[in-house]
């Protein structure tokens, strides 16, 4: 129980920190609804869960090779430069209340988009890693069991924090005008190409 508990904790947390991805939950919440928002969030979390289990396993270590380090910051830049000019481009293109059915995302095809986002920062890994030597060394996670319980915590506790920040957003949507929904848009699209700009500049200063 304390591991579940601990990894509940890491993963509410981590996921609490603003970041793209959060943006990206918040306006495609605004556009497309709490099921879009939540399949967002079940995308996050999933994602969460898979690297802490690969930091867990030690993986961390292998990202330290330059040029897959290279290859995978790259790649996570362009992913979430891709996501930000998409959400630029819908803020100019769609006005709240006029999407036409093919321009509102499916919580399926949200999902998907959630996952592909939330894997574009694989170097995020080497974090979960440290964390875990941290929790392994604190008693928490220094046996098979006990990680396994770590990592599950992780990923409910992230699911926890996407699910309350989409229902909180579904809540306030009717509340909210084009204006502000189209200003949220280029937040979040602004929030993911700088992010994904900064990504790209620190991996390219590396080599």
């Given at each position: 129980m304390k591991a579940l508990g601990v990894g509940f904790g890491l993963g509410f947390f981590v996921a609490a920190q603003l970041g793209p991805m959060s943006l990206f939950l918040m306006r495609s919440t605004l556009r497309g609804g709490l099921k879009v928002g939540l399949a967002i969030g079940a995308g996050?979390?999933?994602?969460?869960a898979l690297y802490a289990t690969l930091g867990a396993a030690g993986a961390g270590p292998v990202l330290t090779i330059d040029p897959m380090r290279l290859v995978l910051g790259l790649l996570g830049a362009a992913v979430l430069i891709g996501l930000g000019v998409r959400t630029f481009w819908s803020a100019f293109r769609i006005r709240h209340g006029a999407e036409v059915p093919q321009e509102v995302a499916t919580p399926r095809r949200a999902f998907l988009t959630s996952l592909a986002g939330t894997a574009s920062n694989?170097?995020?890994i080497a974090s979960w890693a440290a964390l875990f030597a941290a929790a392994s060394a604190a008693g928490a996670a220094n046996s098979a069991g006990s990680a396994a319980a770590l990592v599950a915590g992780v990923g409910l506790g992230s699911l926890a924090w996407v699910s309350l920040?989409?229902?909180g957003i579904a809540a306030a949507r009717r509340r909210l005008g084009p204006g502000t929904i189209r200003g949220i848009d280029l937040a979040a699209g602004a929030g993911m190409v700088g992010s994904?700009?900064?990504?790209?500049?620190?991996t390219l200063r590396e080599h």
């Open positions: 996050i979390a999933a994602i969460d694989p170097l995020t920040l989409a229902s994904g700009g900064v990504l790209a500049v620190g």
